[in-house]
């Protein structure tokens, strides 16, 4: 079968595209034949080695995939086998087979297409945690997502919107803004042009934000964080700007404000029961037809690495998928 592989650690245009063997499920285990998979911010960076997790080389990169079931193991029903499924695979999912343990291949909802489906898991899955798990995010207060185009940033806005939240999207350009005003967000923040603070300030009657969303970290951090409320949550999703803030606590302290770590990946491990009814919270919104994931860009499985190259520049909104 077809493979994108990581054989060293370096920059997108290092990975190759490889025939290796096909899986076979061992007990317990269903194989996918793999339809899409989408990429994220950190498909960047573990190809570097710059990730939380180091995979062994090779590896194939993508940490989603959507397909249908063409094998099982022993132990599992036989019926499954053409079952049209979703999986967290961590990563792996560029390839045209992937291996996963039968629990953790989850039925697509109805009306779902792969690409779409293929994009559920990491950042919806982050997403919900984050404003859910973490924040305890209630309707009727202001949420504050920087990043707000991207792909984790434009879930944060569906789902602050659909949990009832005044929402105040915060993106880099007025075309970013309107994709994000389409998708829920009530109030729009252009921080290329306009300082964050002050203006998130203004918007909230000089109270401050109840809650901010960072995927970005660098500069907007600290002043997100100056724009937080008394009793403020401060989510720490990740550093898409490449710079890691430190963060003046005097501020923490002054404020009462909560500043919350997000690891997703982590937390589905520690807290199954908890991952299971966020994730059912998320399928029952895409049944109703609440939410689906915005797929920006489209790449064949042998321009993969195109495709992380342009989620590196920040050339995307919405997600990335691999059609395979």
């Known amino acids: 079968m077809r493979a994108i592989l990581c054989e060293r650690f370096g920059p997108p245009e290092d990975l190759v595209l490889a025939e290796i063997a096909t899986p076979e499920p061992g007990p317990g285990e269903v194989r996918i034949k793999v339809a899409a998979a989408a990429l994220n911010f950190f498909d960047t960076l573990i190809i570097q080695n710059k990730y939380q997790y ?12 959507a397909g249908v079931i063409d094998a099982v193991g022993e132990g599992v029903d036989a019926a499954r086998i053409g079952e049209r ?9 560029a390839r045209e087979a992937v291996v996963v343990p039968a629990d953790e291949a989850l039925p697509m909802p109805q ?6 489906a293929a994009g559920l898991m990491i950042t919806y899955g982050t997403t919900i945690y984050a404003l859910r798990s973490r924040a305890n995010l209630r ?3 202001s949420l504050a997502v920087l990043g707000a185009s991207g792909g984790v940033g434009l879930a944060a806005v569906e789902i602050g919107h659909l949990m009832g939240a005044d929402v105040i999207a915060c993106a880099s350009s007025d075309d970013k803004l309107a994709l994000c005003q389409s998708h829920g967000a009530g109030r ?23 809650v901010v969303y960072d995927p970005v970290g660098g500069d907007l951090a600290e002043a997100a964080l100056r724009a937080t409320s008394w009793c403020g949550r401060f989510l720490v999703i990740g550093f898409a700007s490449g710079t890691i803030p430190k963060m003046p606590l005097n501020l923490v302290m002054l404020k009462s404000v909560d500043v919350l770590g997000v690891f997703w990946g982590e937390a589905i491990r520690r807290d199954p029961v908890g991952h299971a009814e966020n994730m059912a919270l998320i399928m029952g919104w895409v049944e109703e037809g609440k939410l689906s994931p915005h797929v920006d860009r489209r790449y064949p499985l042998e321009e993969t690495a195109k495709a992380i190259r342009a989620i590196a520049n920040r050339d995307v909104r919405g997600k990335v998928i691999i059609t395979i």
Do not use: M
């Open 111 to 116: 009306g779902l297409g792969f690409e779409a």
């Open 139 to 141: 309707a009727g207060e």
């Open 54 to 65: 180091t995979p062994d080389l090779p590896f194939s990169p993508a940490g989603e995939i």
């Open 188 to 210: 729009l923040v252009t921080y290329s042009d306009q300082d964050l603070k002050t203006t998130l300030k203004g918007l909230t009657d000089g109270r401050g934000v109840n």
């Open 85 to 93: 499924v979703l999986s967290y695979v961590r990563w792996g999912g």
